[in-house]
């Protein structure tokens, strides 16, 4: 097994949290809900493996969410390939002795009983080769001073949804949470729940959930799903009352994509990832491209949170107004890098075209003398057509856009690249191979 400190880990990675047991447990499903939460997963799995280098999951939520065990189950590969890279606690040598503890030690004993937890023990040890490390201490102890810090910050986005709540009970509540040592998700639950006030516990629930994930990126030095990790339902639209949550899926479909049919007139259907399978995701990520895309892509997430002025020193948290201008920001941002890449495409594309026109006309040089440069040739060629009046109008014009031709054509930054672009092509490829 090898053990990667989170310090370490350098490509872009996602904390994907999804998979949480306590997520689904907390409601009666039907068979078609199950079903949709399935495919939902999947194609979140699916998109995220494009868009990141990792995607790192915890060690818990794999063995304890049945919805893990039949995704890992059927899809061993993103474990095997290293997509999926399990976060384990830093008192564990493996897997094995994670079990174990469990079954012995810990507060959730019954829920690594039976058969189907050994199964998975066994899938992780036959298919893994790394995991990120992480101390449980450090991460419980962040998880507190966070969830106080925004019960007694009244431009929290928490105060925000506390609002009507009596400031008596709010200021009671987190001097609850202040005595706890090490607070467990339930523990704080329960702190919600014991005051009897309906929207302070499902609020304050909400939140609770939303730190925990929160302090699990923090702890493996990931990213959640975004600045404002809505994965759970704790929504833009309760928070701003606005029309959207904002996550990597929706980026990707609504804004990234939608830009990219209204620029291109390229139309991506919504289930374009349902028809790759993860063969064909590791197909694509093993192309040179994608490490070049990945790195692009967020770094203009990157660029966009730079763009605005976030009230969280630690920019995790953002406010109503932050994530309403995050979003203005990032359709921005990402209009002007795709019509940049349309130019350059264009550009790239006339002088490809150019330059096979003239490798054509080289056949000529034996009757027209040698050229030493592209536009000589071309000159000469013309001039010896008879058309001497376009000649030296001819000559300036070449010497002009092959100059402007080499300025744009910049291979060493990746702002100036398709990068998006083509690798959106590449995705249409693989979509179009299969609807044949």
Same mark, same amino acid.
Not at 61 to 68: I, Q, T
Not at 269 to 285: G, H, S, V, W
């Given at each position: 097994?090898?053990?990667?400190?989170?310090?370490?880990?350098?490509?872009?990675?996602?904390?994907?949290?999804?998979?949480?047991?306590?997520?689904?447990?907390?409601?009666?499903?039907?068979?078609?809900?199950?079903?949709?939460?399935?495919?939902?997963?999947?194609?979140?799995?699916?998109?995220?493996?494009?868009?990141?280098?990792?995607?790192?999951?915890?060690?818990?939520?794999?063995?304890?969410?049945?919805?893990?065990?039949?995704?890992?189950?059927?899809?061993?590969?993103?474990?095997?390939?290293?997509?999926?890279?399990?976060?384990?606690?830093?008192?564990?040598?493996?897997?094995?002795?994670?079990?174990?503890?469990?079954?012995?030690?810990?507060?959730?004993?019954?829920?690594?009983?039976?058969?189907?937890?050994?199964?998975?023990?066994?899938?992780?040890?036959?298919?893994?080769?790394?995991?990120?490390?992480?101390?449980?201490?450090?991460?419980?102890?962040?998880?507190?001073?966070?969830?106080?810090?925004?019960?007694?910050?009244?431009?929290?986005?928490?105060?925000?949804?506390?609002?009507?709540?009596?400031?008596?009970?709010?200021?009671?509540?987190?001097?609850?949470?202040?005595?706890?040592?090490?607070?467990?998700?339930?523990?704080?639950?329960?702190?919600?729940?014991?005051?009897?006030?309906?929207?302070?516990?499902?609020?304050?629930?909400?939140?609770?959930?939303?730190?925990?994930?929160?302090?699990?990126?923090?702890?493996?030095?990931?990213?959640?799903?975004?600045?404002?990790?809505?994965?759970?339902?704790?929504?833009?639209?309760?928070?701003?009352?606005?029309?959207?949550?904002?996550?990597?899926?929706?980026?990707?479909?609504?804004?990234?994509?939608?830009?990219?049919?209204?620029?291109?007139?390229?139309?991506?259907?919504?289930?374009?990832?349902?028809?790759?399978?993860?063969?064909?995701?590791?197909?694509?990520?093993?192309?040179?491209?994608?490490?070049?895309?990945?790195?692009?892509?967020?770094?203009?997430?990157?660029?966009?949170?730079?763009?605005?002025?976030?009230?969280?020193?630690?920019?995790?948290?953002?406010?109503?107004?932050?994530?309403?201008?995050?979003?203005?920001?990032?359709?921005?941002?990402?209009?002007?890098?795709?019509?940049?890449?349309? %130019?350059?495409?264009? *550009?790239?594309?006339?002088?490809?075209?150019?330059?096979?026109? &003239?490798? /054509?006309? @080289? $056949? =000529?040089?034996?009757?027209?003398?040698?050229?030493?440069?592209?536009?000589?040739?071309?000159?000469?060629?013309?001039?010896?057509?008879?058309?001497?009046?376009?000649?030296? %109008?001819?000559?300036? *014009?070449?010497?002009?856009?092959?100059?402007?031709?080499?300025? &744009?054509? /910049?291979? @060493? $930054? =990746?702002?100036?690249?398709?990068?998006?672009?083509?690798?959106?092509?590449?995705?249409?490829?693989?979509?179009?191979?299969?609807?044949?």
């Amino acid at each position: 097994m090898r053990y990667i400190d989170p310090e370490n880990l350098n490509t872009p990675r996602a904390y994907f949290t999804e998979f949480d047991r306590v997520t689904f447990s907390q409601v009666a499903w039907t068979k078609d809900d199950i079903e949709a939460i399935k495919l939902n997963l999947e194609r979140k799995i699916k998109l995220l493996s494009c868009i990141k280098g990792k995607v790192i999951v915890a060690t818990s939520h794999l063995f304890e969410s049945e919805l893990a065990h039949e995704f890992i189950k059927e899809n061993p590969i993103v474990l095997e390939e290293g997509i999926i890279v399990p976060a384990l606690n830093s008192q564990h040598k493996d897997f094995s002795t994670f079990l174990t503890y469990k079954r012995q030690k810990s507060k959730e004993q019954k829920d690594y009983v039976g058969h189907d937890k050994d199964q998975i023990n066994s899938l992780l040890n036959n298919s893994v080769d790394a995991v990120v490390r992480w101390d449980s201490q450090e991460t419980s102890s962040w998880l507190k001073q966070r969830l106080l810090r925004d019960m007694e910050d009244d431009r929290s986005v928490l105060r925000f949804n506390l609002s009507g709540t009596p400031l008596s009970l709010i200021s009671e509540t987190s001097s609850r949470i202040g005595e706890l040592e090490s607070p467990s998700r339930n523990e704080l639950y329960e702190i919600a729940k014991e005051p009897g006030n309906k929207i302070l516990w499902t609020r304050l629930s909400d939140y609770v959930d939303f730190v925990y994930y929160l302090a699990g990126a923090n702890a493996v030095n990931s990213e959640g799903i975004l600045p404002q990790e809505n994965l759970i339902d704790f929504s833009i639209s309760d928070l701003a009352r606005g029309k959207t949550t904002l996550s990597d899926y929706e980026i990707f479909y609504r804004i990234f994509l939608n830009i990219i049919k209204e620029k291109t007139q390229k139309i991506f259907p919504l289930e374009i990832l349902d028809a790759l399978t993860f063969d064909d995701i590791i197909e694509l990520r093993k192309n040179l491209l994608h490490s070049d895309f990945v790195e692009k892509y967020n770094l203009l997430m990157q660029n966009t949170k730079q763009r605005i002025e976030i009230t969280d020193t630690e920019q995790l948290i953002l406010t109503a107004e932050e994530l309403a201008q995050f979003e203005y920001e990032l359709h921005s941002i990402f209009t002007e890098t795709i019509v940049k890449e349309i %130019q350059l495409m264009k *550009k790239k594309d006339f002088q490809k075209r150019g330059t096979k026109v &003239l490798k /054509d006309a @080289s $056949s =000529l040089i034996p009757f027209y003398g040698t050229a030493k440069t592209i536009s000589q040739l071309t000159v000469s060629v013309l001039s010896f057509s008879g058309f001497n009046k376009q000649v030296k %109008q001819t000559e300036q *014009k070449i010497v002009r856009d092959l100059g402007q031709l080499q300025k &744009l054509v /910049d291979r @060493s $930054s =990746l702002d100036k690249k398709p990068l998006l672009i083509k690798f959106l092509s590449e995705i249409a490829k693989k979509y179009s191979s299969k609807l044949i």
